[in-house]
């Protein structure tokens, strides 16, 4: 019997392997979104994005769901600034009323969280800022976790 975890263990192998096209993080970050709630769909959005230069003829309407998912997917874990900043990022390529509706609502809950909150100026969570995507704690301890490498151009970053 296949289950949604065991259908993602052998995903998360491929991707492992080098197995790791625009199309794959696509689909991944769709079927993640809609069948769990946790960062997977951020992890399956952040490579997408990273293939999107060597993938060829991807409409902008497409572009614009992919930011919209991990855009959800980080509005469901709390993550509105990174949410926020998707969902201008998923507008700027097509325009959806849903998510200019969901952008209010992350940019609401940003203003709520700055203005209730005096110690999240403190503390700063460490961040990794690669090709305009913002890594978080939590995505590097997912790519860690898959033994994974990011290549940018010339730099390999190893986790």
Known sequence: MCTVEAAFDCFEQSVAMGYADFWCGYW????SYHLTEN???IFYAN???LALPQQEGVTDDVIAGL???LGSAQ??????TEAAQNYRESLRYHFNQMISDNLKIAEENIKNS???N???KLFVKPQLKVMGLLFTDNNLQIFQYL???LKFNTVTAHL
């Open 47 to 49: 490579n997408a994005i």
């Open 75 to 80: 509005l469901d874990l709390e993550l509105y």
């Open 147 to 149: 033994g994974m490498q």
């Open 118 to 120: 005096f110690f999240s």
């Open 114 to 116: 700055d203005s209730n």
């Open 28 to 31: 991944a970050t769709h079927c």
């Open 39 to 41: 960062e997977r769909p």
């Open 67 to 69: 930011y919209e998912h």
